[in-house]
């Protein structure tokens, strides 16, 4: 009786959670960063429109 099957099985589900364990705070970090960006945008074009008449 041979277990490759299930511990093959088992190494690669641990593999995939590490990745996206790993992956997450990157791409969260990234959308944060574009958000900021766009905000500051925003309020850079509100403050400018502001001073006009």
């Known amino acids: ?3 490759l099957p299930y511990i ?5 589900v641990f ?3 590490m990745a996206w ?3 997450t705070p990157w791409l969260r970090h990234g ?3 574009r958000a900021i960006r766009q905000k500051a945008v925003r309020a850079a074009a509100k403050s400018s429109t502001q ?3």
């Open 1 to 3: 009786m041979s277990y």
């Open 8 to 12: 093959a099985g088992a190494y690669a």
């Open 51 to 53: 001073g006009q008449p």
């Open 21 to 23: 364990d790993g992956l």
């Open 31 to 33: 959308r944060l960063l």
């Open 15 to 17: 593999f995939v959670v």
